[in-house]
T-cell receptor
Framework: ETGVTQTPRHLVMGMTNKKSLKCEQH?????MYWYKQSAKKPLELMFV???????ENNSVPSRFSPECPNSSHLFLHLHTLQPEDSALYLC????????????????FGSGTRLTVV | QKEVEQNSGPLSVPEGAIASLNCTYS??????FFWYRQYSGKSPELIMF????GDKEDGRFTAQLNKASQYVSLLIRDSQPSDSATYLC?????????FGRGTSLIVHP
């Protein structure tokens, strides 16, 4: 596989469930990101990891818990979510933090469409 | 964070026309910008990066950066129905860019 892979593609979960989103990148990148995209809203940055260290936590509720066991994998653990958390969750990677903003930008995964019922 | 503003549209153009998408920004220190394209239900895809005043051309796409007026634009020549998507701009120079809301472009036959 190449690029950034996200699983599952679609997820429906109840408010009391616990689930995890998975992201894997095969690009040799050192930085990984979680973004949330709700209908008619801009992309919202949630978390940033560089070499498995969290460098940004953008005021995200504790019901979202990220995990980065190595530079190729990123998880987003979900528990007791609310219906308003329904959105497209996008994982992205960049070569490193410094080069994310210069020329190369991000490579995004296909996203997980999450519905909370 | 560096803020950007985009008209959400939709911008509707006929096939073969030039589509002009604009993005204004508030941080005078912004030196570079990205343009991403996002098809409905898909993830954003990087299509252009511009880091200097003036124009940058790549095929049918031309990005224009005007630092004095603080806007960046994307021109799509000979627009095709396959160009129908949402176009997002984001400032470079930071590992945590603030994306604009995106402009929806519809190219009708």
């Amino acid at each position: 596989e190449t690029g950034v892979t996200q699983t599952p593609r679609h997820l429906v979960m109840g408010m009391t469930n616990k689930k995890s989103l998975k992201c894997e990148q095969h690009l040799g990148h050192n930085a990984m990101y979680w973004y949330k995209q709700s209908a008619k809203k801009p992309l919202e940055l949630m978390f940033v990891y560089s070499l498995e260290e969290r460098v940004e936590n953008n005021s995200v509720p504790s019901r979202f818990s990220p995990e980065c066991p190595n530079s190729s994998h990123l998880f987003l653990h979900l528990h007791t979510l609310q219906p308003e958390d329904s959105a497209l969750y996008l994982c992205a990677s960049s070569q490193d933090l410094s080069r994310a903003g210069v020329r190369y930008g991000y490579t995004f995964g296909s996203g997980t469409r999450l519905t909370v019922v | 964070q560096k803020e950007v503003e985009q008209n959400s549209g939709p911008l509707s153009v006929p096939e073969g026309a030039i589509a002009s998408l604009n993005c204004t920004y508030s941080d005078r220190g912004s030196q570079s910008f990205f343009w991403y394209r996002q098809y409905s239900g898909k993830s954003p895809e990087l299509i252009m990066f511009i880091y200097s005043n003036g124009d940058k051309e790549d095929g049918r796409f031309t990005a224009q950066l005007n630092k004095a007026s603080q806007y960046v634009s994307l021109l799509i020549r000979d627009s095709q129905p396959s160009d129908s998507a949402t176009y997002l701009c984001a400032p470079g120079g930071s590992y945590i860019p603030t994306f604009g809301r995106g402009t929806s472009l519809i190219v009708h036959p």
